[in-house]
T-cell receptor
Framework: DAMVIQNPRYQVTQFGKPVTLSCSQTLNHNVMYWYQQKSSQAPKLLFHYYDKDFNNEADTPDNFQSRRPNTSFCFLDIRSPGLGDAAMYLC??????????FGAGTRLSVL | QKEVEQDPGPLSVPEGAIVSLNCTYSNSAFQYFMWYRQYSRKGPELLMYTYSSGNKEDGRFTAQVDKSSKYISLFIRDSQPSDSATYLCAMRGSRSGGANNLFFGTGTRLTVIP
């Protein structure tokens, strides 16, 4: 059974058109993460929620925002996507500092 | 210098071969070491999870950690075509409470040829 679910699997958007990616989890984990992974590169952490506390990485552009309305759901908002934002976006969850479990990812294309 | 270095490959081996995948790291504070497998266009899936130095075996997979050399390895015995994927090493320091910032290698792409 899928435990970390990302929707949609593939998203196409236009340059500058806001887009929202979704992540839900059935693990009841208190930490949720968003990573950006470009081709042949390591996943890059954008930010995470520890419970309700938002933690932004220092080099995450302001164009990227996140919302976590409850324990189970977390959203990644890209306010004005550029061509350089085309990537796989991965959601992960963990119980405190324990193992991170990843979703299947959303592949974003920007036209 | 990157925190974690991993040879990106690609690596091609015949079916049944023993595969050795490796990562080096620079931060001596890393205590927890993981190997994730990532199939094409999918998310990473945890394969092995080890703490500090030593070996851990799970079926055809063996993870080794040598903290003195800052070097970790993943061995795959009797490799199968279904093992064809990208293998990512990841690691983090010891931290009580709080979240879990992982440092990833870039991944090694493995192809097992039938």
């Amino acid at each position: 059974d899928a435990m970390v679910i990302q929707n949609p699997r593939y998203q196409v958007t236009q340059f500058g058109k806001p887009v929202t990616l979704s992540c839900s989890q059935t693990l009841n984990h208190n930490v949720m993460y968003w990573y950006q992974q470009k081709s042949s590169q390591a996943p890059k952490l954008l930010f995470h929620y520890y419970d309700k506390d938002f933690n932004n990485e220092a080099d995450t552009p302001d164009n990227f925002q996140s919302r976590r309305p409850n324990t189970s759901f977390c959203f990644l908002d890209i306010r004005s996507p550029g061509l350089g934002d085309a990537a796989m976006y991965l959601c992960a969850t963990s119980r405190d500092t324990n193992i991170q479990y990843f979703g299947a990812g959303t592949r974003l294309s920007v036209l | 210098q990157k925190e974690v270095e991993q040879d990106p490959g690609p690596l091609s081996v015949p079916e049944g071969a023993i595969v050795s995948l490796n990562c080096t790291y620079s931060n001596s504070a890393f205590q927890y070491f993981m190997w994730y497998r990532q199939y094409s266009r999918k998310g990473p899936e945890l394969l092995m999870y080890t703490y500090s130095s030593g070996n851990k075996e799970d079926g055809r997979f063996t993870a080794q950690v040598d903290k003195s050399s800052k070097y970790i390895s993943l061995f795959i015995r009797d490799s199968q075509p279904s093992d064809s994927a990208t293998y990512l090493c990841a690691m983090r320091g010891s931290r009580s409470g709080g979240a879990n910032n992982l440092f990833f290698g870039t991944g090694t792409r493995l192809t097992v040829i039938p």
